[in-house]
Structures are given as structure tokens and as C-alpha cells.
């Protein structure tokens, strides 16, 4: 008893967690009036563990999405990244974010090598790595266009394979699949996943879909409308490594049931809200 109790100590004081939000709250000034975008949020995420968050728009998710990357500050709590306590960008962070982020005078390859070329690589291996990618993300062909003879879906899948070429330890990424088809976010969101299996990378992934929320992470996290909360964790106990054809079993049609239930609630506060909001300004 003394020993499993001694080796469960030793096992919880050896899990490291590369993404710690401790009470962390963020508020907006706006002509309204204060916003509180986060409202004490906690949460710790382990190394090499894949985490979604889900919720309604304007829930808060960019936000703290932008918090763990060090882009804002201004925000009560703390936030830690491989375990340092952060105020700024970390290097073992790669961010995909949810509005366009290409660089629009660069050909895709360019776009996508160019993380490799700030690191010093030369040019062959930059180019030979990145076309690596560029195969993953389905647009071999392109690497010679510009992103504005792209389209948006295209131009996304880009943004990411110029985030996945360098192998960031730790993946952020908001809203990556949005913009893609149903078919080609199956896809590519295996693609990531068989990435993040291997290189055992921490990932937290903001999306608004819950088949792909449950498809590929080990929890998710689902938030309350504004004030943006934590409204509860769901564990996903499937079987790794996991097959498209999970989508189709039992186990996994009552984890998007359990969720949906969940974020019907918040939505449709967040409706009801907006509809509150647009007769308020309409009788002004
Ligand atoms: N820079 C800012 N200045 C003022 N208000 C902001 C700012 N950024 C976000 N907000 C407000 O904070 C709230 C949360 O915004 P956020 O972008 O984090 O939502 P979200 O959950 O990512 O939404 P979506 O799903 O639509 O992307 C919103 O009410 C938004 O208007
Ligand atoms: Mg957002």
C-alpha cells in the first residue's frame, strides 16, 4: 500500500506540463464598455498531450489561444510554458492561426521554408524539407504560386505546413480546418495527428467542430459563453492510434452526443445574447 501510494507520488511528480493557465483572466476596454473575454481559467496540458477547446464565437478561445503565445498581455494569472513562466513568445511554440498568415510577397515554398531558413538551414535541405510538407498538405504543384493565386483553404494549408516544418515542440492552433472542405480536413487533420503521434508534440487545437475535437484529442475542453469559463473536461478514452473509421463507432457517436449537449446550452445563450444585443441597438 505504502509502496503504490510512494509510486503514484513519484509517477504525478514526474508528469510535466508543457501548458499551464493558472486563474488567468483577460479584460477587454471597448466603447460598451468592459469585456471579460476569460474569466479565470485554468488548465494544465501535458507534454505530448493533444487538447481541444470548444465553444461558442466570442467565447474567449482566440484569446487565450493569443495568451499562450505571449502575443497579449494585460491579463491576471499566470501562465507557464515548459515550465518557465511566460510573458512572451517561446521558442518551442509553433502558432497556426485562425486569420489568414501568410506572407503574401513569398511563393508558397518560400512561405513554408522560411521558418528553416531563420533557423540557419541551407538552402537544399530548406527547400527539400519544406517540399516535404507541402506534399503533406496536398499542394505539391504549387510551390512556385503566390498565396493571392491561392485559395483560402489553400493558403491555410500553407500557414500550417510553415508551422509543422520546424517541428515545434509545443502546437498551438486556431481554428486550422476551418476554411477547408469536410473531406480535406479529414485528411489533414490525420496528417497532423500521425505528426503529433510521433514527434510526441503538446497540442492544443481550437475548433468549432466537434467530430474533429473528439477524432483527435486525448481531453477536451469545452467553454462557457462570455464570461469565457471552463464549463467542463471531457476525457476521450478511444483507442490511439486512431483511424478515420472511429467516426463510425458507438463509443464515439456518445462523446459528440456528451459534448453537443453541452454546447448547445452555451450557443444558444450566445444567440439569445447577439438577438438581445441587435433589438437593443435597433431601438436606440
Ligand atoms: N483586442 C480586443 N479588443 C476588444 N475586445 C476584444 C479584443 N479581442 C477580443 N475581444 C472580445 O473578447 C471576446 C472573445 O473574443 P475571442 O476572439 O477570444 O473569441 P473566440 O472564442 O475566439 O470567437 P470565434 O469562435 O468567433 O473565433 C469577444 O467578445 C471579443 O469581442
Ligand atoms: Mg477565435
Not at 252 to 263: C, K, Q, S
Request: aromatic share 6%; charged share 25%; net charge neutral.
Amino acid at each position: 500500500m505504502a509502496a503504490s501510494t510512494a509510486r503514484l507520488r513519484l509517477a504525478s511528480s514526474q508528469t510535466t506540463n508543457d501548458l499551464v493557465l493558472d486563474d488567468v483572466t483577460m479584460r477587454f476596454q471597448t466603447r460598451e464598455g468592459t469585456i471579460t473575454a476569460v474569466d479565470r481559467v485554468s488548465l494544465s496540458i501535458e507534454r505530448g498531450e493533444f487538447v481541444s477547446i470548444i465553444g461558442p464565437s466570442g467565447c474567449g478561445k482566440s484569446t487565450l489561444f493569443n495568451i499562450l503565445g505571449g502575443l497579449v498581455s494585460g491579463y491576471d494569472g499566470t501562465v507557464s510554458v515548459a515550465g518557465e513562466t511566460v510573458s512572451g513568445p517561446h521558442p518551442a511554440i509553433g502558432m497556426v492561426f485562425q486569420e489568414e498568415s501568410t506572407f503574401p510577397w513569398r511563393t508558397v515554398i518560400d512561405n513554408v521554408a522560411f521558418p528553416l531558413e531563420v533557423k540557419g538551414v541551407a538552402k537544399a535541405q530548406r527547400y527539400a524539407t519544406a517540399r516535404k510538407f507541402i506534399d503533406m498538405v496536398g499542394l505539391a504543384g504549387f510551390e512556385q504560386r503566390y498565396p493571392a493565386e491561392l485559395s483560402g483553404g489553400m493558403r491555410q494549408r500553407v500557414a500550417i505546413a510553415r508551422t509543422l516544418v520546424f517541428e515545434p515542440k509545443i502546437l498551438l492552433m486556431d481554428e486550422p480546418f476551418a476554411a477547408l472542405d469536410e473531406q480535406t480536413r479529414l485528411l489533414l487533420g490525420d496528417k497532423v495527428l500521425n505528426i503529433q503521434q510521433d514527434l510526441k508534440q503538446t497540442t492544443l487545437l481550437i475548433t468549432h467542430n466537434i467530430t474533429e475535437a473528439v477524432q483527435l484529442s486525448d481531453r477536451v475542453v469545452i467553454m462557457s459563453f462570455r464570461p469565457g469559463k471552463v464549463k467542463r473536461i471531457v476525457d476521450i478514452r478511444l483507442p490511439r492510434p486512431r483511424r478515420g473509421d472511429v467516426v463510425g463507432s458507438d463509443a464515439f457517436g456518445r462523446y459528440v452526443a456528451e459534448i453537443w449537449n453541452d454546447l448547445r446550452e452555451e450557443a444558444s445563450r450566445g444567440m439569445a445574447e447577439s438577438e438581445k444585443g441587435a433589438l437593443g441597438r435597433a431601438g436606440r
